[in-house]
């Protein structure tokens, strides 16, 4: 068995692990999307 302690370090990192993957993971439709004329993006489901 390990112990498991939740210290105010690991909360940082967690959260600024999760944001980092968020950004990633967004950007590339988000840079897609900017490239889609207006209509074509709203028209494309």
Do not use: D
């Not at 302690?5 to 990633?24: F, T």
Request: proline share 7%.
């Amino acid at each position: 068995m390990f112990k498991f302690e939740m210290s105010p370090k690991l909360v940082e990192q967690g959260l600024v692990q999760g944001m980092l993957i968020g950004l990633i993971g967004g950007l590339l439709p988000a840079f897609r999307a900017a490239r889609l004329p207006i209509i074509a993006g709203l028209a494309e489901r």
